[in-house]
């Protein structure tokens, strides 16, 4: 594995720094990326994708409708920090006064998850009705 790909990780899962930094020193043992031995980088590599695995049914569904939507949004609303955003906006602010990263999206209410699903799906239907416009 390399920085990059670590990076590339941490983007789509919309991590903070400090959680970020805890990932780093509790599965790499390292304070920064740069310092992370080959042992230490593949640990975090696949820590992080491990996150970024759902273990419920409506969050690989999330995940699914998020990676469809991305075809429509300009690359910097690509990252993670885009979905948090867009699911706090969808859902009441006491359904997620824990979702801090896309970490937790599995353990998000199945309620929750459910306005997040129908919310991606009445957007991409926008999108498609948008791109469906341009007469090209």
Do not use: N
């Not at 975090?44 to 949004?73: G, N, S």
């Not at 896309?102 to 997040?116: A, C, I, M, T």
Request: glycine share 6%; hydrophobic share 40%; proline share 4%.
């Amino acid at each position: 594995m390399s920085v990059a790909a670590i990076q590339i990780q941490r983007r789509k899962l919309g991590l903070s720094e400090a959680r970020y930094r805890a990932i780093l020193r509790e599965t790499g043992h390292a304070a920064s990326s740069r310092d992370l031995t080959p042992e230490g980088d593949r640990a975090v590599y696949k820590a992080l994708c491990r996150m970024a695995r759902a273990t419920t049914p409506q969050a690989r569904y999330v995940w699914v409708l998020w990676e469809e939507l991305q075809a429509f949004l300009p690359a910097r609303d690509r990252g993670g920090a885009y979905l948090v955003g867009f699911i706090r906006r969808c859902c009441e602010a006491s359904d997620l006064s824990d979702l801090s990263d896309l970490s937790d999206l599995s353990d998000l209410p199945p309620g929750v998850l459910h306005k997040v699903i129908e919310s991606l799906k009445c957007r991409i239907a926008r999108e498609e009705e948008k791109s469906a416009d341009v007469p090209f």
